[in-house]
């Protein structure tokens, strides 16, 4: 193999036929502008002088794609951007397209701004909607009552009244309620349940219907041994109180007329007993009443006329009593009726 020296120059002749410095690794400190053909790899590589610059490549066109012009398949290649809606496309840049909008700051305290988009986003037109600052308020009073409140200027004051309703605007709240001690200036209708929890309940109206035909006192009792007493009592201003009450201890109704000394009422049905004698053949009649007492008034009437009838009455015991007769009277004729006193 020969070797030149000194450099050749074919005076632009064409080298033909020639192989380029096949080898299987690069050649060893290259000098720029060397050339090899690499035989593993079937490529040809160009030395810089301290590199080997790969020189194979398989780009045979370049096609303009989806938003692109130009392109080409030899020689300088230029690709051009396509503007499209909303895009400006420049010699030397892309830029967003000017809508019919007007910089600026829209909307305020009175207006609210307003906008209209289009497909990609951007604003078209911008502008603001006025709103009203007038606030009508009413009630359920009269025709109604109505008022306006200018938002902005006025202040909405929710007002209660003494005593009877309060109202607390706090952490964007406004709060309506009772007091805690209540007083209603009229009428008063309750549709539902009352209850009255406390100790003292005052009533100062003249008239008073209850639609409740039962009464029911000492109503918060439980157990089995009942030891309150109850009743009604009257108020008499100066004079001393009166009152009707039930005596639990003894299991009686009582009545006071000088507010302290209680008496008993009697029950007619346990203090009142009837007997019906007469056989036509005895003239003594003995009769046990039971109501532990000689105090008792016994009186006498024919069953045929209804005429009083005297006999001679003997108190033999606390529980019994004679009746006696002269002639004896005729069967079931007598009627004897036993009444306790005290």
């Known amino acids: 193999m020969a070797k030149y020296l000194s450099n050749i120059d ?47 490549g398989d780009i045979t066109g370049i ?81 109604p009552n109505t008022d306006v409140v200018s938002v902005g200027s006025d202040t909405l004051v929710f007002e209660g009244i003494a005593n009877e309703i309060t109202t607390l605007v ?17 009428d008063l209708v309750v549709t539902g349940d009352l209850t009255v929890s406390g100790t ?16 029911t006192l000492n109503s918060n009792f439980t157990g089995s041994t009942a030891t309150e007493n109850a009743g009604i009592e009257i108020e008499r201003g100066d004079e001393t109180n009166v009152a009707l009450r039930w005596n639990e201890a003894n299991n009686i109704w009582q009545i006071t007329e000088d507010g302290s000394t209680y008496k008993k009422i009697q029950v007619v049905e346990n203090s009142t007993k009837a007997f019906t004698i007469g056989d036509g053949t005895e003239t003594d009649f003995p009769l046990t009443h039971s109501f532990n007492t000689k105090d008792v008034i016994v009186q006498i009437y024919d069953l045929t006329n209804s005429e009083t009838v005297f006999a001679d009455v003997t108190r033999n015991t606390v529980n019994q009593v004679t009746i006696s007769f002269a002639s004896a009277p005729a069967s079931t004729d007598m009627r004897v009726l036993v009444s306790k006193i005290g």
């Open 200 to 215: 003292t309940t005052t009533v100062n109206s003249e008239t008073i219907n209850l639609a409740d035909n039962i009464i």
């Open 10 to 56: 074919l005076a632009n002749n064409q080298l033909q036929n020639a192989t380029l410095h096949p080898n299987s690794s690069a050649p060893s400190s290259p000098s720029a502008g060397q050339v090899y053909f690499n035989t593993g790899s079937s490529k040809l590589f160009v030395s810089d002088g301290s590199n080997w610059i790969d020189l194979t």
């Open 63 to 143: 096609t303009a794609g989806t938003g692109l012009t130009g392109g080409g398949t030899n020689g300088a290649v230029t690709l051009n951007v396509i503007g499209g809606t909303g895009i400006t496309a420049n010699a030397d840049d892309i830029s967003i397209t000017n809508t019919a909008v007007t910089p600026g700051s829209y909307g305020s305290a009175t207006a609210i701004p307003t906008f209209t988009v289009n497909q990609q986003g951007q604003l078209t037109l911008a502008g603001t909607a006025s709103i009203s600052t007038d606030l009508t308020i009413s009630d359920t009073e009269g025709t």
């Open 170 to 186: 706090s952490n964007n709240k406004v709060t309506i309620g009772l007091p805690n001690d209540v007083t209603i200036g009229n």
